[in-house]
């Protein structure tokens, strides 16, 4: 079955700071790709998206793309700022039983700190 | 309205009472899903409705869940004679149809059972 791999945090970094986030996946067809985002004390919300091979998708300051090669979604962003804490779930999508199904990650914590 | 929105925020219950969590989702959105969010486990899938259907179930870790909607739109999730291991975030989706893969979020649900 499908699955989604991300790193384990929580991952704390100084403002203004390099952000890198590892995401690998596993599909048995060709999934759409996604990093949602949940701020503290709020709901999922879908930061980027890429549906096919080499598409970067992109939000906010933040980047991913779409590896097949080596099935990886990395998340990237250049200068972290406080407000950018929050968990990151990586997630495929997949046409499973009909329907979209999403498989999610289980989620990278960060704390961005001043 | 205009996001999707879930009753109540936080629900507090004696072990092996029956609680019922509310999803209002999306106006016009056909697709509703339901997540259950443990500490340090991601997103696991509960169910999946397409209009009043539950063509996926397959997620519903016992058979002391259980979900309907109706009228297309408000869903409801059941779960009788709660355990400990029940206390969770449960979280609801809703996207504009089974062809449609970005879901949309409500706030979730807390449950703890004491």
């Known amino acids: 079955g499908d699955s989604v791999t991300q790193m384990e945090g929580p991952v704390t970094l100084s403002e203004e700071a390099f952000l890198t986030i590892n995401c690998t996946y596993t599909?048995?067809?060709?999934?759409?790709l996604f990093w949602y985002v949940q701020y503290p004390g709020e709901g999922l919300q879908l930061l980027l998206k890429?549906?096919?091979?080499?598409d970067k998708g992109s939000n906010k300051g933040f980047e991913a793309t779409y590896r097949k090669e080596t099935t990886s979604f990395h998340l990237e962003k250049g200068s972290v700022q406080v407000s950018d804490s929050a968990v990151y779930f990586c997630?495929?999508?997949?046409?499973?039983?009909?329907?979209?199904?999403?498989?999610f990650g289980t989620g990278t914590k960060l704390q961005v700190i001043p | 309205g205009a996001g999707v929105s879930q009753s109540p925020s936080n629900k507090v219950t004696e072990k092996g009472k029956d609680v019922e969590l509310r999803c209002d989702p999306i106006?016009?959105?056909?697709?509703l899903y339901w997540y259950r969010q443990s500490l340090g486990q991601g997103l696991e899938f509960l169910i999946y409705?397409?209009?009043?259907?539950?063509?996926?179930k397959s997620g519903l870790p016992s058979d002391r869940f259980s979900a309907e909607r109706t009228g297309g739109s408000v869903s409801t999730l059941t779960i009788q004679r709660t355990q400990q291991e029940d206390s969770a975030v449960y979280l609801c989706?809703?996207?504009?149809?089974?062809?449609?893969?970005?879901?949309?979020f409500g706030p979730g649900t807390r449950l703890t059972v004491t």
């Open positions: 409705f397409q209009g009043n259907s539950a063509p996926d």
């Open positions: 989706a809703s996207s504009q149809g089974q062809n449609s893969y970005e879901q949309y």
């Open positions: 997630a495929l999508s997949d046409r499973g039983g009909g329907y979209q199904k999403v498989t």
């Open positions: 890429a549906t096919k091979a080499d």
């Open positions: 106006s016009g959105h056909t697709a």
């Open positions: 599909a048995t067809g060709y999934p759409s």
